[in-house]
């Protein structure tokens, strides 16, 4: 059975997953939401020995409700989506609860994703939540005093800001091409490459919160949790809040409580009042209109870090992977899928690529379907978690139908594969996209 090689990113997580599985044995751990079904199969693919016990460890204690009020509905479009802002069909694809953003639609936008053309992964409805009202409770037994306390919005603008542009990228960011591409099933929203948007973010960090909330020593997890509508898998279960623990030393490194967006206050759609932004993480760990933050010094678990968010198939472990943390690499074309063009005339072709591991620092292109390639030109300084933009002209020679294809190479030295190893929820995808377009 072919294993795929791991990162080393991966491997540190990896580690800590296995630690928290043999602290959980111990009945060390809590595991709120997560079922005994899914606990036994984490157990299996970590190689956990010892006796398991018969019930899971208590529930953590709830949290001091927020102040803020949400709308189960949202506002908004008529669309059923249960997402506030317009979606005009030339910028967005939309997709049940979520929109797509359309790539061509980037074109021509500078380098941050205007937050009218922002994607939206919403897994119930967009609240709305009035910040006047809002309240940030951080608590647990992280905290040297094993209480909580609160922050306002106001309390958190009095620390000091971070400015950070960054990418958020749902995990299932290239889904379809699973099947398009390589003929496999599975599961999820069938996201092309558009659910992806780069942002200049404002915010305090979560560092400076936790400290003055009083972490402890003996923290070792951090779970952020959001104020939208509990969350109802189609067989009728209850999984509560959106929540994803992260590691105390990713919160303490670069994670912020951003409050603005390209210069404005948050938008509804993307964690009004304030959201929490993993850099170079996976969508899911930047939760949006968060409420709490529970701070342990127990490992946590969350369906979001145990059935989600984790790769399964037959090149992975019976109980999965690691849970998955950075982002993988990827490139796209400012294009709309099948489009025309004229022959015999010079066209600028543009596009972005991506990394959740380092900066891209070349993006190689072919016009004939991968048989010749060369570099396209970077329009941006490479930076970790950011997209850089590139160009390359191509004048068709005739005619017909292309496939166009973008290879990008980050500064760690990954180059996107031509094909990526399957998992059956369709997760980082990262081959090369094959394009077609029609000369005409």
């Not at 709309?336 to 993006?363: C, F, I, K, M, Y």
Request: aromatic share 8%; hydrophobic share 40%; proline share 7%.
């Amino acid at each position: 059975m072919h294993t795929p090689e791991a990162s080393p990113a991966h491997i540190a997580e990896a580690a800590y997953d296995r630690r928290r599985l043999r602290q959980w044995l111990a009945g060390q751990a809590r595991a709120e939401g997560v079922s005994r079904r899914t606990m036994l199969r984490l157990l299996a693919a970590a190689g956990a020995a010892g006796t398991v016990p018969t019930t899971l460890a208590p529930a953590a204690a709830a949290a001091t409700t927020a102040t803020a009020t949400a709308t189960a509905t949202g506002t908004g479009t008529g669309t059923g989506t249960g997402i506030v802002k317009p979606l005009p069909e030339a910028w967005f694809t939309v997709r049940g609860t979520n929109a797509e953003t359309r790539f061509a639609a980037l074109a021509e936008t500078g380098h941050h994703t205007p937050n009218e053309r922002f994607f939206v992964r919403n897994h119930t409805a967009t609240p709305v939540l009035d910040a006047a009202d809002w309240t940030l409770t951080v608590w647990g037994d992280g905290l040297t005093h094993g209480g909580s306390v609160e922050f306002t919005l106001p309390d958190l603008k009095r620390l000091p800001a971070v400015t950070r542009t960054a990418f958020v990228e749902c995990a299932g960011n290239g889904r379809s091409l699973f099947t398009t591409q390589q003929g496999q099933t599975v599961s999820g929203t069938a996201w092309t490459l558009g659910a992806i948007g780069t942002a200049r973010w404002r915010g305090t960090r979560l560092a400076d919160v936790l400290r003055l909330a009083g972490l402890g020593p003996a923290a070792v997890d951090v779970l952020p949790r959001g104020l939208d509508a509990d969350y109802v898998t189609a067989d009728g279960t209850d999984l509560g809040r959106v929540r994803r623990p992260l590691p105390l030393a990713k919160a303490l490194d670069d994670v912020l409580l951003a409050y603005e967006m390209n210069g404005e206050p948050l938008p509804p759609d993307h964690g009004h009042p304030v959201r929490v932004l993993v850099p170079s993480w996976i969508g899911i760990a930047s939760v949006k209109w968060v409420g709490d933050i529970q701070v342990s010094a127990q490992p946590l678990y969350s369906p979001w870090n145990t059935d989600f968010y984790r790769l399964f198939g037959d090149a992975y472990p019976e109980g999965g992977s690691a849970p998955l943390t950075r982002q993988t690499i990827k490139s796209a074309w400012e294009l709309d899928w099948n489009a025309q063009l004229t022959p015999e005339t010079e066209h600028r072709l543009t596009g972005r690529s991506w990394s959740g591991a380092a900066g891209v620092v070349r993006v190689d292109v072919s016009t004939d379907g991968g048989t010749n390639w060369r570099p396209a030109q970077l329009h941006d300084t490479p930076r970790r978690g950011d997209w850089t933009r590139w160009s390359a002209r191509w004048r068709p020679p005739a005619p017909g139908a292309y496939t166009l294809l973008a290879r990008a190479t980050d500064r760690a030295g990954r180059t996107q594969p031509g094909s990526t190893v399957h998992n059956t929820q369709g997760y980082l995808f990262d081959a090369v996209v094959r394009h077609p377009v029609t000369v005409a």
